[in-house]
């Protein structure tokens, strides 16, 4: 099960950090993805982790802003948002898979586990 988490209201310009907490199975086993999905817009690729944390990958609009991390001790995947946008504005997904496919983790339909949203509001 995946459990997502921290979303919430803000400005323009400040940060939040949502985590996605992994129970059941090895947490170590999972590479772990967010993704986003704004209302009326298809669900998007945000970024995503390897199984050991050593490898990374972000959507275009978010590099630079956000970092992905991994607490293994914890369960727990980070993703830490900052210099908010207001389009970045969506509820956010975290989702996991068995194995490290770098070159597919932008593709949702790769991602066999799926946790339910937090959703993230950011105001101008």
């Known amino acids: 099960q995946l459990q997502a988490s921290g979303g919430g209201l803000v400005q323009a310009g400040d940060s939040l950090r949502l985590s996605c907490a992994v129970s059941?199975?090895?947490?170590?086993?999972?590479?772990v993805g967010w993704f986003r999905q704004a209302p009326g817009k298809e669900r998007e690729f945000v970024s995503a982790?390897?199984?050991?944390?050593?490898?990374?990958d972000f959507a275009d609009s978010v590099k630079g802003r956000f970092i992905v991390s991994r607490d293994n001790a914890k369960n727990t995947v980070y993703l830490q948002m900052n210099a908010l946008k207001p389009e970045d504005t969506a509820v956010y997904y975290c989702?996991?898979?068995?194995?490290?496919?770098?070159?597919?983790?932008?593709?949702?339909?790769?991602?066999?586990?799926w946790g339910q949203g937090t959703q993230v509001t950011v105001s101008s």
């Open positions: 989702a996991a898979e068995l194995q490290d496919r770098f070159y597919v983790w932008a593709l949702d339909y790769v991602w066999g586990y």
């Open positions: 059941g199975g090895t947490f170590s086993s999972y590479s």
């Open positions: 982790i390897s199984r050991s944390g050593g490898s990374t």
